[in-house]
C-alpha cells in the first residue's frame, strides 16, 4: 500500500552536488528504518546512509562526511545531500524502509523505490 517513489538522480560533473529526494505515498510513515542504497551494473545493492524514526544516523565508509541523510516527516519525505562527488558514486540510488532488522542489511528492508541514476564525470 505503501510506495516509495525517488527523484533527484542525474548527471554532474566531479565535484558538484546533489539532492535525492524519496517520497512514501500512503498513511504510514513512521517506519524504524529509512535507509538509501546503491548499486552498479553486475554489482550487489549495496548499503548507503539511514535514518531512524528517533533521527539516529548511520553511514558507509566511503561517503561518511560527503553524504548526509535527513528526513522531514510532514512531507513523508527522506533526503540524501550529495557533496564532493566522486565517478565511483555513479549508481542507481534506492530509498527503502524497514521496521526492523539490520541496519545495513539490504533483506531488512521490505519496501523499495524504483531507484533514480547518479552519474558523475570525471
Known amino acids: 500500500q505503501v510506495q516509495l517513489v525517488e527523484s533527484g538522480g542525474g548527471s554532474v560533473p566531479a565535484g558538484g552536488s546533489l539532492r535525492l529526494s524519496c517520497v512514501a505515498s500512503g498513511r504510514t510513515f513512521n517506519f524504524e528504518f529509512m535507509a538509501w542504497f546503491r548499486q552498479v551494473p553486475g554489482g550487489d545493492r549495496e548499503f548507503v546512509a539511514a535514518?531512524?524514526?528517533?533521527?539516529?544516523?548511520w553511514y558507509d565508509g566511503p561517503t561518511k562526511g560527503r553524504f548526509t541523510i535527513a528526513r522531514d516527516n510532514t512531507k513523508n519525505t527522506v533526503y540524501l545531500n550529495m557533496y564532493a562527488l566522486k565517478a565511483e558514486d555513479t549508481a542507481v540510488y534506492f530509498c527503502?524502509?524497514?521496521?526492523?532488522?539490520?541496519?545495513?542489511?539490504?533483506?531488512?528492508?521490505?519496501?523499495w523505490g524504483q531507484g533514480t541514476q547518479v552519474t558523475v564525470s570525471s
Open positions: 527503502a524502509a524497514a521496521e526492523y532488522g539490520y541496519i545495513s542489511d539490504r533483506n531488512s528492508y521490505k519496501l
Open positions: 535514518i531512524s524514526r528517533t533521527d539516529g544516523t
